[in-house]
T-cell receptor, first 111, second 111 residues
Framework: EAGVTQSPTHLIKTRGQQATLRCSPI?????VYWYQQALGLGLQFLLW???????NRGNFPPRFSGRQFPNYSSELNVNALELEDSALYLC??????????FGPGTRLTVL | EDQVTQSPEALRLQEGESSSLNCSYT??????LFWYRQDPGKGPEFLFT???AGEEKEKERLKATLTKKESFLHITAPKPEDSATYLC????????????FGTGTRLQVFP
């Protein structure tokens, strides 16, 4: 069974630009979660999508947004990038409440 | 407020030297407690889910236990390949599926 996939692996942007990160969940999983892992910090919850709807949002500004497509894949958009947005962005998927399985992450660097 | 605290922050062990990692939690209604392993620059790898006090799970040299206030990850006769950061997370019973993570224990096992 294929795991969660994320693209791109690395992304380099300059301050003020927009970044788009993509995630494909495990087949059969309808929920997708996004987390941010900044250097030296723990994983912080960003967004939860289920059946195409945003279900919950973490304590992040509105310039962090996303969507879930009919095939359950998801996209995270970060507008007006700031230096402190540099982090590893992790996507996870689950079939139901419980275990979440993570992808390899996208390393975003903002210069 | 929901909180997860892991200790120690870092642990250095000689190969074969058994030890335990601690995860203390405060959550308003626990659905489950999760242990993950994370290698540098990669996504967390799921290890265990524990749902109720007294529950234990084992996998190779790892054993996880749960009480009403904390969880332990016991590592028996560790090998260098067990070196990683071990993350603990909790999920609330109501209103959200997000995982609340601790900051992890960085384990180094020397030959």
């Amino acid at each position: 069974e294929a795991g969660v996939t994320q693209s791109p692996t690395h992304l380099i942007k300059t301050r003020g630009q927009q970044a788009t990160l993509r995630c494909s969940p495990i087949s059969g999983h309808t929920s997708v979660y996004w987390y941010q892992q900044a250097l030296g910090l723990g994983l912080q919850f960003l967004l939860w999508y289920d059946e195409g709807e945003e279900r919950n949002r973490g304590n992040f500004p509105p310039r962090f947004s996303g969507r879930q497509f009919p095939n359950y894949s998801s996209e995270l958009n970060v507008n007006a990038l700031e230096l402190e947005d540099s982090a590893l962005y992790l996507c996870a998927s689950s079939r139901a409440p419980g275990e979440q399985f993570f992808g390899p992450g996208t390393r975003l660097t903002v210069l | 407020e929901d909180q997860v605290t892991q200790s120690p922050e870092a642990l250095r062990l000689q190969e074969g030297e058994s030890s335990s990692l601690n995860c203390s939690y405060t959550v308003s209604g626990l659905r489950g407690l999760f242990w993950y392993r994370q290698d540098p620059g990669k996504g967390p790898e799921f290890l265990f889910t524990l749902y109720s006090a007294g529950e234990e799970k084992e996998k190779e040299r790892l054993k996880a236990t749960l009480t009403k206030k904390e969880s332990f990850l016991h590592i028996t006769a560790p090998k260098p390949e067990d070196s990683a950061t071990y993350l603990c997370a909790v999920q609330r019973l109501y209103n959200t599926d997000k995982l609340i993570f601790g900051t992890g224990t960085r384990l180094q096992v020397f030959p």
